[in-house]
């Protein structure tokens, strides 16, 4: 391609559209879902986040106190395309997918010794990056790559990505101190933000979320267990 370079990095998404389903069980909850969420910026010079949204949720009924295990698992995709076209030109673009669990709208922590270096509140100390991709081109020279001559012409390329796709969360003493202790019923939800961002005019980024699950299973850890 003269005067310019494109790259292109991209996931496929498999399945069809579909709706979420919940399980109610007295001891148990089990969801899934196939409706897709997606987050898309093209041809726009800043970037955009989408509102939380709830990627699963559903309802189990509980003794007073419990703990709690959540599971789940989630197949998204993100398209990254940059284009740099003439000298000395770049392009980036960036696309992510952060995940959180939540107890009667109470979000539920990794670890319990928020704040500290990387979580300041509660809402980050629960938050998960379950997808991310940060995409970017240079260019230093004009026409074909074949026609590079020197040290001082180069093409750069930078990617960095984080993913997880699936991940556990615990909520100790469900029922008593942080959550809702008014009822033995609970509401849990998997929750789910979109983020994207472009650099310039030519670059193109989009986040999607397809199938997934959530697992909860009650459990009763030791009385000094911490997470």
Request: aromatic residues 8%; contains cysteine.
């Amino acid at each position: 391609m003269k005067g310019g370079l494109a790259g292109l990095g991209l996931l496929a998404l498999s399945g069809s559209a579909g709706s979420a389903a919940a399980s109610n069980g007295a001891d148990k909850i089990y969801t899934s879902g196939s409706t897709r969420e997606e987050h898309t910026l093209d041809s726009r010079v800043d970037g955009n986040t989408s509102e939380a949204f709830t990627l699963a949720s559903g309802t189990i009924k509980t003794s007073t106190p419990t703990d709690l295990y959540l599971m789940a698992q989630a197949e998204t995709a993100l398209w990254t395309n940059v284009k740099a076209t003439g000298k000395d030109q770049s392009s980036g673009a960036n696309a992510g997918l952060t995940c959180w669990m939540e107890i009667d709208g109470t979000p539920v922590p990794v670890s319990h010794d928020y704040p500290n270096e990387w979580a300041a509140d509660r809402q980050a100390a629960s938050e998960v990056v379950f997808n991310y991709r940060d995409f970017r081109v240079q260019t230093s020279f004009l026409g074909d790559i074949e026609d590079i001559t020197d040290d001082e012409e180069y093409l750069a390329l930078w990617l960095q990505t984080r993913s997880t796709h699936g991940f556990n969360w615990a909520a100790l003493n469900l029922g008593s101190g942080d959550y809702d202790d008014s009822t033995n019923v609970h509401t849990v939800e998997l929750k789910g933000r979109l983020a994207v961002y472009a650099d310039d005019n030519k670059a193109q980024a989009k986040a999607v979320v397809g199938p997934r699950t959530l697992l909860g299973v009650p459990a009763k850890l030791a009385n000094d267990a911490s997470i």
